[in-house]
């Protein structure tokens, strides 16, 4: 069989499986009726804050007109209904009225009717004589006797009385004056605005006007308006700009929750554009593929206008699909030089081509323009205009925007050309580096390859070869489900041993993303017996490190240590490592699991050398995986962080960053959200989940949900846990899903959901992270039985409360047991082991002050806020409960709430200041360094250590004084010396002075 080469996508990542439970929270559905109603007003900040300085500088007697100007669907109605809204909120008069598109109506001041209709016999215009305005809005005022229509001086005495009234309204609060739509405008309607716009200085009105920026002739009137009143200064413009990513994601979230995919692929396409973007939500809801009617409709509107030859053009540059050479459209068009030129002129002066001039080409606008404009190709029409560009292309491959083979593929398959098609689309499978653009071109000649008398002729390569490769780049796009399937359709046309052996490789490594760990591991035990043990092969290292890879991530770090060993010596008996790079590796993880976390470190470091000096990228980004998952297993937060950011960057130089750097960035986010940094964590989240196509996105989903957790952002959390249950989690991530799981049923008052998810994830194959995160689990699950046990009592349902009892002993015993079994491979276990005790004392109805202040001083060892935090407002809790004074109760509670104020963790701050109103307890910040905290970046005990350590006092002294022990002091000595950059105590307490008064100043 014809083996084609490895392209640089040739990548791996840790493998996944099914979530253990069924995910209790709220579903995803996107369950609702489309139409025209969206309730949600999203970004346009800056906007609103120049508008509402315009309003408040307008009830001073200082008027102004703003003209709002966009795109159609950009948000200008909206953005003037808000505005609206708060100005009626604010006391002031709002008219609105609105220009419409009536070609040859012959209606003039159709706004000023509308804006004035809602006045017809009110009080408010008593008085006034307005003859003028009475003959358009008939009832405005009593019955009058007007001067002779149409006199000279009748359209003055309108536009006069017009201002009459506004002043007139404006008496007390100022008027906002809406006009829509001026782009319809009529000419008298347009001179009106102008008058308005020069006499509202020194009056309480704000005139408004917008205007579709796409829809400005060249020579159109309101274009020399907007000019003529910007020179003159009388008016000031506001553009809105498409909305921002995250803006958009909200506006479709405000009627059902959305995927975060679908949200990436409607922002994509609607180009931050709210009108659009909403119109494919809809579509999306009914199941639409196509471009909506309405929006191909207003999107078309910008072509009223065009002459035939600009037309042509459009539909040249729509089947080009993208930014298009000027010599391209040269060369199918077929236009004298002339008359091109004068199409292209008129298509960018009606703002539906954009040229760039620096690369000599013209696009569309708006890339749903060039949808619209594709969808009007009459059959024949299309497939004529595809055959066209692609003779072109091939006549000149410099004319293509990208590489010529992957244009010439799509252009010749929508020609209905496919033997032309068959073999463009493998060149262009192979030569593209993006996995997920590949498996589009190895699909699309997997497609034509029946439609084809030789396609292997065609192709340049048989079908085996064609099936593996498709399965290898459909395995690195994130189509986990299909590699299998179509490896093992390769794997039946094959009859070599060796490569069989290679082939069940990757079958294994397929297998085990989507959760078939026994396939995965029968897969790889097959490789090793049909790859010869002897002579000593690079393909023999290789299905060795893949075995001993599925065995360490089976917890089977024994076994699996023993098959690294048995890999790097084959490396050695042929006298190259690189082969085995994966194995040794393998073996830094099987080392952390084995509690010997320095010697696995250190074996990963030697990977990374050896990996730089063969310039294996792939096995480089590997260690940035395992490395930082070896930290955050050991419970090194800071190390994970540095070393994980490191992996981020070197994945986007590299061009990983949707695949191997996806999970680095998920292990770096974790450690900063641990570590408290959740903004940096949050812009980390942010950029990994706008990858669309991201490669594993769970990971990533799981530690936004935790952070939309912490900080009270429960319907976020329920979107990314739904997000990432929907997904197929790796082993290592089953445990952690059922904790996030668990603590929100919690926060949500469910501890009988809650318990539901930890038992069963507790009643789990112990795999590595279900051990590792035991203590952590019965931690959780103990709380949870401490909530029953509450509402139990609330019932008197005394049997009830002993059974819950009996069942924290249980957990307390199996958090114990845990946690000495991982103590030496992970220092959370310590951590969680404390809570565990301390949420026992719960259970037993007398929570233990004593052990609450343990857990917090536990998790300030390992620089943890958020848990530390959480422990201090038990603490504080207890000691209220325990009859202790406020002053006492209140350090811990004062200390839990700075810190859960700095990370803006909401449900935490709730609680403490319930706390803190029925306790009598006072949470204002008074310690010497208050105010600085978030300057020098300490913790709250980390500034009662500063302190001491300012007045010059020893490690013993400040741990006798805080009632810690001299091995916590000097921790915290180190992490102050590091916050501060400074090496020594002395420079230490010289910052301190100069921050604050000493306390005995």
Same mark, same amino acid.
Request: aromatic share 4%.
């Given at each position: ?6 392209? =640089? ?6 493998p996944? $499986? ?22 949600? %007003? ?18 001073r !007697? ?12 950009i ?9 609206? +809204?708060?100005?009626?909120r ?18 003039s001041?159709l ?10 016999g009110?009080?408010?215009v008593?008085?006034? $004589?307005?003859? /003028?305005?009475s ?17 000279p001086?009748?359209?003055?005495r ?18 906002v ?28 009105l704000?005139?408004v ?24 200064r ?12 995250d ?25 931050g554009?709210?009108? %659009? ?43 080009a ?5 000027y ?8 236009l004298?030089e ?19 001039q ?37 006549? /000149?491959?410099?004319l ?16 209905g050309?496919p ?41 340049g ?16 796009a994130?189509?986990?489900q299909?590699?299998p399937?179509?490896?093992q359709?390769?794997? $039946? ?8 052996? &290679? ?28 790859? =010869? ?16 890879n ?7 770090p024994?076994? $699996? ?15 190259d490592?690189?082969? !085995? ?9 099987d080392?952390? %699991? ?14 990374r050398?050896?990996?730089? !000096? ?13 490395l ?15 070393d ?13 960053e ?15 959200? +641990? ?18 196509s ?14 939309? &957790? ?7 959390a329920?979107?990314?846990? /739904? ?8 082993p290592?991530?089953?445990?952690a ?39 952590? &689990? ?5 709380q ?12 008197r349902? *005394? ?12 957990l307390?015993e ?10 030496a ?19 037993e ?10 857990a ?28 202790a ?29 319930v ?12 310690p ?19 302190r ?10 400040? !741990?006798?004084?805080? *009632?810690?022990?001299?091995? *916590? ?13 400074v ?12 921050l ?6």
């Amino acid at each position: 069989m014809l083996a084609l080469s490895r392209g =640089p996508h040739h990548r791996e990542v840790r493998p996944t $499986s099914r979530p253990p439970t069924s995910y209790p929270g709220r579903i995803l559905e996107l369950d609702m009726e489309p139409g025209p109603a969206w309730p949600r %007003f999203v970004g346009r900040a800056d906007a609103l804050q120049r508008l509402d300085a315009t309003l408040a500088a307008a009830a001073r !007697a200082r008027g102004s007109t703003v003209l709002v100007e966009g795109e159609a669907g950009i948000g200008k109605t909206r953005l003037v209904s808000e505005l609206g +809204g708060r100005a009626q909120r604010a006391g002031a008069t709002v008219l609105r009225g609105r220009c419409i598109d009536l070609v040859g109506s012959g209606m003039s001041y159709l706004p000023l009717v509308e804006a004035l209709w809602p006045l017809r016999g009110s009080p408010a215009v008593s008085g006034c $004589s307005l003859p /003028e305005l009475s003959r358009l809005v008939p009832e405005l005022t009593e019955p009058q006797t007007p001067a002779a229509f149409g006199g000279p001086d009748s359209r003055l005495r309108l536009f006069e009385e017009t201002l009459t009234l506004l002043e007139h309204l404006g008496a007390e609060a100022p008027v906002v004056l809406v006009v829509e739509d001026l782009h319809w405008a009529d000419r008298s309607t347009l001179d009106l605005v102008s008058f308005l716009a020069h006499a509202a200085r020194e009056r309480r009105l704000l005139l408004v006007a917008t205007y579709r920026s796409d829809e400005l002739a060249p020579d159109s009137s309101l274009r020399r308006l907007v000019g003529e009143l910007l020179r003159a200064r009388a008016a000031t413009a506001l553009a809105l700009e498409p909305l921002e990513r995250d803006e958009v994601a909200q506006l479709l979230a405000g009627t059902a929750p959305v995927p975060v995919e679908l949200a990436n692929e409607i922002y994509e396409r609607s180009q931050g554009n709210p009108f %659009f973007a909403e119109e494919l939500l809809a579509a999306a809801v009914r199941g639409e593929q196509t471009l909506p009617r309405v929006l191909r409709d207003v999107l078309l509107q910008r072509l009223d206008g065009l002459d035939g030859e600009s037309r042509a053009l459009l539909r040249i540059a729509a089947v080009a699909g993208r930014d298009v050479p000027y010599r391209l459209l040269a060369a199918v068009a077929g236009l004298p030089e002339e008359r091109l030129v004068e199409a292209l002129r008129e298509t960018v002066e009606y703002d539906v081509l954009v040229p760039d001039q620096t690369a000599s080409s013209f696009r569309f606008r708006h890339s749903l323009l060039a949808e619209a404009v594709y969808a009007t190709l009459l059959p024949g029409e299309r497939e004529e205009l595809h055959e066209r560009l692609a003779r072109a292309l091939r006549a /000149e491959p410099g004319l293509a925007a990208g590489p010529t083979a992957a244009e010439l593929a799509l252009h010749w398959s929508a020609a209905g050309r496919p033997v032309e098609a068959l073999r463009s689309s493998i060149d262009a499978a192979l030569a593209v580096s993006g996995p997920a653009e590949a498996l589009q071109h190895f699909d699309r000649a997997l497609e034509l390859w029946e439609q084809v008398d030789d396609p292997e002729s065609a192709a340049g390569h048989d079908l085996g070869a064609v099936l593996a490769r498709t399965a290898e780049v459909a395995y690195f796009a994130g189509a986990g489900q299909r590699a299998p399937e179509l490896l093992q359709q390769a794997i $039946s046309l094959a009859d070599d041993d060796a490569e069989l052996g &290679l082939m069940y490789e990757r079958l294994g490594t397929y297998l085990l993303p989507i959760g078939d760990r026994d396939g995965a591991r029968a897969a790889f035990e097959r490789a090793v017996e049909l790859v =010869p043990e002897q002579p000593p092969s690079p393909e023999r290292a290789r299905v060795l490190s893949a075995l001993a890879n599925a065995l360490s991530l089976s917890w089977r770090p024994v076994e $699996s240590r023993a098959v690294c060993e048995q890999a790097l010596a084959v490396a050695a008996a042929i006298g190259d490592d690189l082969p !085995a790079l994966r194995a040794l590796a393998i073996l830094g993880l099987d080392l952390q %699991f084995l509690g010997r976390g320095d010697e696995g470190i250190e074996c990963l470091l030697d990977t990374r050398r050896r990996a730089l !000096a063969h310039g294996a990228v792939v096995e480089e980004l590997r260690t940035y995986v395992l490395l930082s998952d070896v930290h955050l297993i050991g419970g090194r937060l800071r190390e994970a962080a540095e070393d994980a950011l490191e992996g981020v960057a070197k994945s986007r130089r590299y061009g990983y960053e949707r695949s191997s750097g996806m999970v680095i960035a998920s292990n770096a986010a974790e450690a900063l959200l +641990g570590l408290g940094d959740w903004a940096r964590a949050e812009e980390m989240l942010d950029a990994a989940l706008h990858l669309t196509s991201s490669f594993r996105p769970e990971g990533v989903h799981m530690i936004r949900a935790e952070l939309g &957790l912490r900080r009270g952002e429960l319907a976020v959390a329920h979107q990314h846990l /739904e997000a990432a249950g929907q997904a197929v989690l790796e082993p290592q991530l089953t445990a952690a899903y059922s904790c996030l799981v668990a603590e929100l049923a919690l926060w949500e008052r469910r501890p009988e959901d809650a318990a539901s998810v930890l038992d069963a994830a507790l009643r789990l194959d112990a795999t590595g992270d279900v051990t590792i995160r035991e203590p952590r &689990l019965c931690a959780l699950a103990i709380q949870a039985e401490t909530d029953r046990a509450q509402l139990a009592a609330i019932r008197r349902d *005394t049997a009830a409360v002993e059974d819950v009892r009996r069942r924290a002993q249980q957990l307390l015993e199996r958090a114990r047991h845990s946690a000495a079994e991982v103590a030496a491979v992970t220092l959370d276990a310590a951590g969680w082991l404390a809570v565990a005790e301390a949420e026992h004392s719960r259970v037993e109805g007398c929570s233990q002050p004593a052990l609450w202040a343990a857990a917090s001083t536990a998790w300030d060892q390992l620089e943890r806020p958020y848990p530390a935090a959480y422990c201090r407002w038990r603490h504080a809790e207890a000691l209220v409960a325990a009859g202790a004074s406020r002053a006492e109760a209140a350090v811990p509670a004062r200390e839990a709430h700075l810190v859960a104020s700095r990370l803006g963790a909401r449900p935490l701050l709730n609680e403490l200041e319930v706390l803190a109103q029925l306790a009598h307890l006072d949470l204002a910040d008074h310690p010497a360094l208050s105010g600085q905290d978030d300057v020098l970046g300490l913790t709250a005990r980390e500034r009662d250590v500063l302190r001491l350590l300012a007045r010059g006092n020893t490690n013993r002294e400040i !741990a006798a004084e805080l *009632t810690i022990s001299i091995k *916590t002091t000097s921790i915290h000595v180190s992490h102050i010396l590091r916050k501060l950059g400074v090496s020594s105590r002395v420079e230490a307490a010289r910052i301190a002075h100069q921050l604050v008064a000493s306390p005995e100043d």
